[in-house]
């Protein structure tokens, strides 16, 4: 089984980062499972250093991503790839991918939330950027998660403290999940809590933290990539992706041709 995951520009602009998601599904994956880290683009450079973290809190630049990731899911159907994970917190183009492909798409976000209501009441993800805020309520509200989640809860810490745990200074990092796990279980009754952004789920599963006072801690690689395997024995099966409803239905390809054409 091969399997495209497709990141932003973080991926690859963080040292160390992708060397780290890869080490994290090697400890899950099949041995016939192919699993590629892919980032919008897939090179290091300063202008993708520059935009990492930054795009993503304005609307029209996060768009400018989806497309692309759009593009990179698109390009993975054609190259044989039997499934997609869409390793972004917010879930970008999620919907939209699994209109224009017939491969299974999943997304960070969604396969979360999934997984937290078998692991419990309400949950909570733990974020770093408040700038995102809306995007990760717009994701809860269109998944249909909202009696289930509890407010978002934010860490003190930034990407450059993510960064630097990545090159194993984590004491600032740990410090601000510690103390916002404790505000997510004790003001709001948590009892699963989510890793945001991506780079912090690699950080709490190197360290070995899978509970908090009681409450569980997710790690999302494991359900991304079982229930990734699953969809496509789904698919294989014949239970492929619905097709009725606007955002279900899958454009003609000599219209998507032409709109190509036409917008060049």
Known sequence: MRIW???LVATYSLPGYKALIEEHYAAYKRPDTLIEIHGVKDEASEIAAKVAGRAVNYAYLHRIHD???LRNIQRAEREGFDAVLIGVLQDSGLREARSIV???VLGYGEVSMLAACTLGERFSFLCINPQMDPLVRQ???ERGMAARAAPTTYLDCGYDDLNAAVQGRS???MAAFEDAAKRATKQHGVGVLLPGQTIIAELLWKAGITRFDDAVVLDPRLPMLRM???AV?????????????FYWAKPPADL???MDQFYG
């Open 5 to 7: 995951e497709q990141g």
């Open 67 to 69: 497309n692309q990731i």
């Open 102 to 104: 017939d491969i299974p």
């Open 139 to 141: 994701m809860i509200d």
């Open 171 to 173: 004491d600032r990092f």
């Open 228 to 230: 990734a395997e699953m």
């Open 233 to 245: 024995e789904m698919r294989k099966a014949g239970m492929g992706v619905s097709r009725r409803g």
């Open 256 to 258: 998507s041709a032409a």
